[in-house]
């Protein structure tokens, strides 16, 4: 690891998280994808805030892979082109029902902290 | 081995790397074909190539950070972490530099002292013998009614050779006891040559490759021809290495013998553990040339050793061998009536003395391991303690258990690596210190250890073993870091359960040191026994030496006789010799005669029996020479020759046991129906003559001119005021003014001889007690430890009853008390221990009984003493805190 780049990652760790969590959702939800399918299919549902660094997905799809919370596999693309699928494991669905929870809590949270903050003044 | 493990390893970082590419590729190309689907939809949207392209990268972002990404995740997350773990650990150790000094030292001696005795081990017990396929090897015996194995006769060696079908050969080699001896003519000095008389078979047994030449063939194994297969080094050292040797004649006794063979540089024999080394090699081998006309069945003096067919067990060898044997008894029952076969493994057979006291000092050396794990644990113990904070900040930071053993583990194993290592040079070092004070029949394990694989892997297992066993200890109590409690109560939680087992480490330890403490104290009063063992002679002054009279210039008992006298009247006349006399066989020498009596009178005894004695050619002036003292009658005279009345001095067991009390001077015996009888003038003390440790026997002396054979290889006794070195040459001058023909050898001092009898019990006994010492430091350090933690962590309760009005020894006898009790549990444990140990070297004792008081009181209060010192040291501490100070600390 370069020391250099530790700041930029700092910044898109948050990030990152909910990228992971996003992409094991959008696989469970669909079922096996390629690349470029989740890329698109985020951006619909993020309404293009996803625009920049597309890549990323791809980081996302290493560290989950890693994890064994997804697998790859190769097959044809819609277009007849060899590409990666992705589908979701048997303990990635676990991680993703355990994630879930837990953003829902802490959104729930965060939600009633920051009304609560706009009420007081 | 070297290359092909880097070979190895180079095959499997390429297999690796080769994998690694290739799933780089496979990346980009995944990442390229994502990039261009991007592009393939800027153009649909009515953007130009160009643009689009680069819209696409931009949206995708940086190919080449990705790229990186990608590989930092690819290295094996465990490899990764691994060497983060050692990047760690070493870092620890460099910290704490006294740490890692205390650890790595205590490693170092415990698994070297392993090692060292390991690689004896290694060499003495588990290498096979230097012939192909060597389990297949047997020696043959005849099993006397008494369950001893003995030597075999000539006749039936031949019967049981001809008869069995379990061995693919059978070959014959005379005991060393009656084995030739050559003088070797043609050179300026007489030098002697020990023979080894063989059958033909006896090399195609071992599977020799001969170096030279060939085997004795089946033709020339039989009386008159002469014919001789040179050692290796009497080929190198006395036939300057001549290639072309065989075919020539060299002389032996004035005789010309053709060379047909040299034997290889490796080649041993020897069918007992002190016979398998080199200095005890013949040097000259000839056929045995058994007359098939003359073949004796009394006489039992061949060593006989067979090669089993493959396929054939032992086991159905032994049952054929009980067939022969039992159709010999009957065919000859006055010479094998109780008389079996035994077949036992060579490789048994060699170390079947060594096997019982190097198990003991592997026993022993490992306990000296346990007790350096017990304190390496307690270190690590104590270090746990100090880093419980950092512990408990990484679970708190989200580190797994997990995580945490397998750095602790890392650094454990690191800590024994490391402490292997110096373990091996210490065993180098040892075994090099040890390799000359080898006893003779360990003598195998001279060979240093590396570069023995067995030794090398042993290392490695018991550091890779210590590493694991110690690194535990501290896993014991961090497993109750967890989240559900504080950190500051899990801290203590933690403490207190390392404080049970470093008391329960403390108290082993003390345990297992009061066990080597009795063993070395039993093997040191059993040597101390051994050597205040009276031999039955004198043996301080005496020097000895084996001469070789050239059979052509004294070719009968007359010509030798007269030698011998010549030769003890210069030397009585010789200033400083106070006595000299010549004998047949010497006191722990090795060599050894018996023979069958009648006494006249008694009534002859059944078929098959016999009266055994041993038989002890001396001449006169050998009782006073080496100073077995004479009970009864008169010791031999110079005027007992051969044309004079045929005498015999008894031993004391001999009188005991043959005449039971009643006066045997003037009795009179005879060695068998053709033998002249003798008459019974004197009777002398016994004589060890075995081994200080063995029985005495009954023994009988004949004067030189009247025993069978006058042997042309007699020991001469010198007893002498001077010291060894001028009664040597003082000797030597003597002999080469009477006749430069004779050869000198074997000089040593009777005391030489002594010791040399007890080196192994010796070497022993030293080693344990060292082991012993080693473990009682270990053991003092660990109690210390474990005071000091006590003093260290109850600081503030002893300043707090200090200033409540304690006394200084009130508190000191607090923590002596605590020590006292750990100190007690361990005696207790070990005492329990040693009396299962005691049996164990019960075997190993000689005149020492196994649950002996003293040594059993003495080792308890040794440990006790030195353990109670050690643990004053903290004490003394505890009473000189500060109230304050300690009070102020928190």
């Known amino acids: 690891m370069s020391k250099g780049r530790v700041d930029d990652r700092r910044k898109s760790e948050v990030l990152q998280g909910t990228l992971d969590l996003m992409i094991l959702k959008t696989l469970q939800a669909i079922g096996p994808l390629h690349g470029f399918g989740i890329a698109r299919r985020l951006e619909q549902l993020s309404e293009e805030v996803l625009r920049l660094n597309e890549g990323t997905v791809y980081t996302s799809l290493l560290r989950l892979q890693q994890k064994r919370w997804i697998v790859a596999e190769w097959g044809a693309s819609e277009n007849n082109r060899k590409a990666k699928f992705y589908s979701i494991t048997r303990s990635g669905l676990k991680q993703l029902a355990r994630e879930t929870d837990d953003w829902e809590r802490i959104s729930g949270v965060i939600g009633r902290v920051l009304r609560l903050a706009a009420e007081k003044p | 081995m070297i290359a092909r493990l880097r070979r190895l390893w180079a095959r499997i970082r390429g297999t690796v790397r080769h994998e690694d590419a290739e799933r780089a590729l496979e990346f980009r190309d995944e990442i390229e074909e994502h990039v261009q689907l991007l592009a393939e939809r800027y153009r649909r949207e009515g953007m130009p190539a160009e643009d689009a392209q680069r819209a696409a990268r931009r949206q995708f972002g940086s190919t080449a950070l990705l790229e990186e990404d990608r590989r930092d995740m690819q290295l094996l997350p465990a490899v990764e972490s691994l060497r983060a773990d050692l990047v760690y650990a070493l870092r620890m150790l460099r910290k704490n530099p006294g740490f890692a000094a ?132 009497t080929w190198r050292d006395r036939f300057g290495a001549d290639r072309d040797i065989t075919g020539k004649a060299i002389t032996l006794d004035d005789t010309p013998y053709t060379v047909v063979g040299v034997l290889p540089a490796g080649f041993r024999f020897g069918s007992a553990a002190a016979e398998f080394q080199p200095r005890s090699q013949p040097d000259v081998w000839i056929p045995l040339a058994l007359d098939p006309q003359h073949l004796q069945r009394n006489a039992h003096m061949f060593r006989v050793i067979a090669r089993l067919v493959p396929g054939v067990t032992l086991a159905r060898a032994q049952a054929e061998l009980g067939l022969i044997g039992g159709n010999l008894a009957r065919t000859y029952p006055d010479q094998n009536r109780d008389r079996s076969i035994a077949a036992v493994p060579l490789a048994e057979r060699i170390t079947s003395n060594v096997r019982g006291p190097l198990w003991m000092l592997l026993g022993a050396v490992g306990l000296v391991l346990l007790i350096a794990c017990a304190n390496v644990a307690n270190l690590l113990l104590s270090r746990a303690a100090a880093r419980q904070t950092e512990m408990a900040v990484r679970v708190a930071l989200g580190a797994s258990h997990r995580r945490l053993a397998q750095q602790l583990l890392t650094e454990s194993l690191l800590l024994a690596g490391i402490g292997g290592t110096a373990g091996l040079l210490v065993a180098l070092a040892v075994t090099a210190a040890l390799a000359p004070h080898l006893p003779p029949d360990l003598s195998r394990a001279a060979a240093s250890p590396v570069g023995d694989v067995r030794v090398l892997a042993f290392t490695a297992v018991i550091s890779l073993a210590t590493g694991i066993f110690f690194g535990l200890a501290p896993l014991v109590g961090a497993k109750r870091i967890s989240s559900g409690e504080s950190l500051k109560h899990s801290v203590r939680v933690a403490g207190a359960t390392h404080s049970r087992l470093r008391n329960a480490l403390a108290v082993a330890q003390i345990a297992i040191a009061i066990v080597l403490l009795i063993g070395a104290g039993l093997m040191a009063k059993s040597l101390w026994a051994l050597l205040n063992v009276s031999p039955g002679f004198r043996a301080d002054n005496i020097l000895t030496a084996r001469l070789s009279l050239p059979p052509l210039r004294y070719p009968d008992n007359k010509k030798i006789v007269a030698f011998e006298r010549e030769l003890l009247d210069t030397l009585d006349r010789r200033p400083g010799v106070q006595s000299a006399g010549l004998a047949t066989y010497l006191p722990l020498g090795g060599l050894d005669n018996d023979s069958s009596f009648l006494i006249e009178g008694r009534p002859p005894l059944p078929v098959g029996m016999y009266n055994p004695a041993e038989y002890r050619p001396a001449s006169a002036g050998y009782f006073e020479a080496i100073g077995i003292p004479v009970r009864r009658g008169r010791s031999f005279k110079p005027g007992d020759t051969a044309d004079a009345p045929w005498v015999t001095v008894i031993n004391e067991s001999m009188a005991r046991e043959y005449w039971k009390g009643q006066d045997p001077i003037g009795s009179r015996l005879q060695l068998g129906p053709k033998d002249p009888w003798r008459t019974v003038i004197g009777v002398v003390g016994d004589v060890h003559f075995d081994g200080l440790d063995g029985a005495t026997k009954p023994e009988m002396y004949l004067p030189m001119d009247q025993s069978f054979n006058t042997e042309s290889g007699p020991t001469i006794v010198v007893r002498t005021a001077l010291d060894p070195g001028s009664a040597t040459r003082e000797l030597r001058a003597t002999l080469t003014a009477m006749d430069r023909t004779i050869a000198v050898d074997r000089i040593q001092t009777m005391e030489q001889v002594v010791s040399g009898s007890v080196a192994q019990p010796r070497f022993r006994t030293v080693i344990l007690a060292a082991f012993s010492l080693l473990a009682l430091v270990m053991a003092s350090i660990g109690i210390y430890g474990v005071m000091n933690y006590l003093v260290v962590q109850r600081m503030r309760e002893f300043a707090i009853r200090m200033s409540m009005g304690a006394t200084r020894a009130e508190v000191l006898r607090l923590v002596l008390s605590r020590a006292a009790a750990l100190i007690g549990a361990g005696t207790f444990l070990g005492l329990v221990g040693s009396v299962g140990l005691a049996r164990v070297i019960m075997g190993l004792l000689f005149a020492t009984a196994p649950l002996d008081p003293l040594t059993f009181a003495a080792a308890p209060l040794l440990l006790a003493a030195v353990a109670l010192a050690a643990s004053y040291l903290p004490a003394s501490r505890a009473t000189r805190v500060d109230p304050m100070v300690a009070l102020r600390c928190e």
């Open chain 2, 102 to 233: 205390a650890a790595i030292g205590t490693l170092a001696l415990g698994i070297g002292a392993n090692t060292a005795i390991f690689s004896v081990c290694s060499a003495v017990l588990f290498k096979p013998l230097p012939y192909p396929e060597p389990d297949r090897i047997v020696t043959l015996w005849e099993r006397q009614a008494d369950g001893t194995l003995g030597e075999v006769a000539p006749a039936n060696f031949v019967d049981w050779r001809d008869s069995s079908k379990s061995f693919s050969g059978m070959g014959a080699m005379r005991a060393a006891s009656f084995a030739s001896s050559f003088i070797l003519g043609g050179r300026s000095e007489a030098s002697r040559l020990t023979g080894g008389d063989v059958s033909s078979d006896f090399f195609s047994v071992l599977g020799v490759r001969f170096l030279l030449g060939r085997n004795f063939l089946p033709e020339e194994d039989r009386p008159g021809v002469q014919v001789a297969i040179l050692s290796y080094a």
